[in-house]
């Protein structure tokens, strides 16, 4: 047994080349019957060091199972033994032999075209198929090993969400520039190869498309690869997202709406003939195009199911749904109220036009604004990138009585935007009443009549992948 164990990262005195962080440990579970406590750390699993969560699982699948772990000054350690039960423990994070970091460049990434001053972990920049797996956060795979496919297979970790941005090799590597020295296979970066290796596991995938660049001519040549491919589940185009922060960045620019319609026109091409042959459309559009196109969004139908959300395929629709068409509006509101909705540029035309049918309620006084981004710059449009200062800088105290924020602002199961502020530091500096508007149209029409938000949380939002996430590339 060991005797002298650190609960760090780095290699300790037993050798450990990682260890895992226990956040809880459920009460009267085998592991509190044995002594282990929260801060305590996981050595090993059946003598093995467990590199994530993933490992820890397979381990426990098998029923027997030993597990070492030592307290957070390394000096005692415990064993205990489970049968079929789980032993209690909720970790600090998923991984735990640290992220597999991204071995590329490219030049629209949105870590390297972030402002400095926020927390670290937005400047992550994490290429881990586990987390991938886990998360459904998008990788471009050029990092794997030969081991890292296998244990893919092996663990079926299937859906996996990848990064393609062109079927072409060549093409590819212009895009992702990919670093040499960290391409541990060079096998790794042939796109093709990787998801022919790969085909037993479900793949979700997507193109950052750039004008001009992997659009056109060379993305009909990639959807007609993807779609051949019979793991390919979906293909989602998004248009490349930039910020203002890009010196030493090469110039690169965004959809003009001339552009931007093409793209429709050449995907909607496209779903009209796999509709038809395979009856699904397999390749989604983000709701950026259409809102820069200025032409209206598809129908939820069109969406089958909403499977790329996350990546701004659909976040639209299924906010809006069919309107407020048959929801009871009262004719006043008592006590008369000020109620203030912020969004992003590209959005909030949208909603303003959505909410419309409110403006007919008595003593209900209400605005959308469409809040500039002076975080990113004003090029960045969409919501879910508008940080708190973003709301200080455009938002009066006192002007309204309720300041409803969308959850895209908000970072998953918490009260914090993007910058660390929080509502209550909202709260504070602007004298009003701050929440999160609700999920969908109906939910957020409901708390404007109320004057009582919902207090629901965002259901997703930035995470530590989270700027590439809200951008929707990476
Ligand atoms: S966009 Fe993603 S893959 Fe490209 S450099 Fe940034 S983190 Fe790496």
Redesign the pocket.
């Known amino acids: 047994m060991p005797t002298s164990l650190r609960p760090t990262t780095a290699p300790n005195p037993a050798g450990a080349p990682y260890v895992a962080p226990i956040r809880e440990v459920a009460p009267g579970s085998p592991a509190a019957r044995a002594g282990v406590a929260a801060g305590w750390s996981l050595v090993s699993v059946n003598g093995a060091w467990v590199s994530d969560i993933l490992a820890y699982r397979r381990e426990l699948g098998r029923g027997e199972a030993s597990l070492v772990a030592c307290d957070p000054e390394g000096e005692r350690s415990v064993r205990f033994e489970v049968a079929w039960e789980d032993p209690g423990l909720e970790f600090d994070d998923v991984i735990f032999d640290g992220l597999r970091l991204?071995a590329?460049?490219?030049e629209?990434?949105?870590?390297?075209q972030m402002p400095k001053g926020f927390r670290k972990s937005l400047y992550v920049?994490d290429?881990d198929f586990r987390t991938s797996f886990l998360y459904g956060s998008f990788v471009?795979l050029t990092n794997l090993t030969d081991a890292d496919v296998a244990r893919i297979l092996d663990e079926h970790l299937s859906p996996l969400y990848v990064?393609v941005h062109s079927a072409d090799d060549e093409l590819r590597g212009d895009m992702?520039k990919w670093w040499r020295l960290k391409v541990r296979d060079p096998r790794a970066t042939r796109i093709r190869d990787m998801l022919e290796r790969l085909e037993p596991i479900d793949l979700y995938t997507q193109v950052v498309a750039q004008p001009g660049r992997n659009d056109g001519a060379a993305l009909d040549g990639t959807i007609e690869y993807l779609v051949s491919r019979p793991n390919v589940q979906a293909v989602a185009v998004v248009p490349v997202g930039l910020t203002e922060h890009r010196r030493n960045l090469p110039e690169m620019r965004g959809y003009r709406p001339e552009e931007a319609a093409a793209v429709i026109d050449q995907v909607e091409r496209w779903q009209a003939r796999l509709l038809a042959e395979r009856g699904s459309r397999m390749v989604f559009l983000a709701d950026e195009f259409y809102l820069v196109a200025g032409r209206p969004l598809p129908p939820a139908e069109s969406y089958e199911g909403f499977a790329m959300l996350e990546n701004g395929v659909g976040m639209v629709r299924d906010f809006l749904g069919e309107g407020l068409a048959g929801f009871a509006l009262p004719a006043r509101v008592t006590p008369a109220r000020r109620v203030l909705c912020v969004s992003g540029t590209l959005f909030a035309p949208q909603l303003r036009a959505a909410l419309a049918p409110l403006a007919a309620i008595d003593g209900l006084t209400l605005e959308v604004r469409a809040l500039v981004n002076r975080t990113f710059g004003a090029v960045t449009t969409v919501t879910g990138l508008l940080a708190g200062r973003d709301v200080l800088t455009q938002v009066r105290p006192g002007e309204a009585d309720l300041l409803l924020l969308s959850p895209s602002m908000l970072k998953y199961g918490t009260e914090t935007l993007l910058d660390d502020r929080t509502l209550d530091d909202l709260r504070r500096e602007l004298g009003m009443a701050v929440a999160v508007g609700g999920q969908d149209l109906r939910e957020l029409a409901q708390s404007i009549i109320e004057g009582t938000p919902a207090s629901s949380l965002p259901q997703f939002g930035y995470s530590t992948h989270a700027v590439?996430e809200a951008a929707g590339?990476?």
């Not at 629209?108 to 390297?112: D, L, P, R, T």
């Open positions: 991204c590329n460049k490219c629209f990434c949105y870590v390297h920049m290429d471009t990064s992702l590439k590339q990476h």
